[in-house]
C-alpha cells in the first residue's frame, strides 16, 4: 500500500513537471502581479495536476480489475484443458479396452467354428463347378448367426474368394441359414 502511494505521488510529481515544462514553454517568464494571483494560478495548476492524477488512479484500478478477471478466465480455462485431457485419456483406455474385447470375441468365434466344423464333419456333396475344368469336392455350410466369411475360410483353410466363387458372392455379406458350399480338395 505504501509502494502505491509513492509511485502515485511519483506519478503526480512527473505530471506536474510535464505540465510546467509546457506552461514553462507557452509562458516563458511568468510574473504575477500579487500574490493572489500567484496564489490563483498554482491553485489552478495543482487541481489540474490533481485531476490526472485521478485520472491515472481510475485507469490503474480498471487495468487491476482487467488483469484479475483474465487471470480468473486463466485459471479456469486451465482446470477445463486438465479435465478434457483426463476425459480424453479414460476414453483411450476404454477404445483400447473394447478393442481387446472384440478381438477375443472375434477369436473365440473363430475357434468356436474351427472346432464345430472339425466335429461335425459334414456330408462331402461333389459338385463340379461348370466354368472349372478341374473337378472340385464342396462341403456344405449353413451359416449360424455372427459367422463371417472370414471366420469361414480360416476354418476350412480356404480363401475368402475361394468361398465367394463359389457361391458366385458379389461381396462379404452372408446371412444366418444360408448355405454355402466349401470347396474342400481338388482333384487334378
Do not use: W
Amino acid at each position: 500500500m505504501m509502494i502505491g502511494k509513492l509511485v502515485l505521488g511519483l506519478a503526480a510529481a512527473a505530471a506536474g513537471l510535464c505540465l510546467y515544462a509546457q506552461q514553462s514553454a507557452t509562458r516563458p517568464n511568468t510574473r504575477f502581479n500579487t500574490p493572489q494571483e500567484a496564489a490563483s494560478y498554482y491553485e489552478n495548476l495543482v487541481g489540474r495536476l490533481a485531476s490526472q492524477v485521478q485520472s491515472m488512479q481510475d485507469e490503474n484500478a480498471i487495468l487491476t480489475a482487467s488483469n484479475t478477471e483474465l487471470k480468473q478466465r486463466i485459471a479456469r480455462l486451465e482446470q477445463d484443458v486438465r479435465s478434457l485431457s483426463n476425459d480424453v485419456a479414460a476414453l483411450r483406455k476404454q477404445i483400447a479396452a473394447d478393442a481387446e474385447v472384440r478381438k477375443n470375441q472375434l477369436n473365440h468365434l473363430a475357434n468356436k467354428i474351427t472346432e464345430s466344423a472339425r466335429q461335425e464333419k459334414p456330408p462331402v456333396t461333389p459338385q463340379l463347378v461348370p466354368q472349372q475344368k478341374d473337378s472340385t469336392e464342396y462341403v456344405e455350410h449353413i451359416v449360424e448367426k455372427g459367422t463371417t466369411l472370414n471366420a469361414l475360410a480360416k476354418a476350412y483353410h480356404v480363401s475368402v474368394n475361394d468361398i465367394k466363387k463359389a457361391n458366385k458372392l458379389k461381396n462379404n455379406n452372408i446371412y444366418q441359414g444360408q448355405k454355402l458350399l466349401i470347396p474342400v480338395s481338388s482333384k487334378r
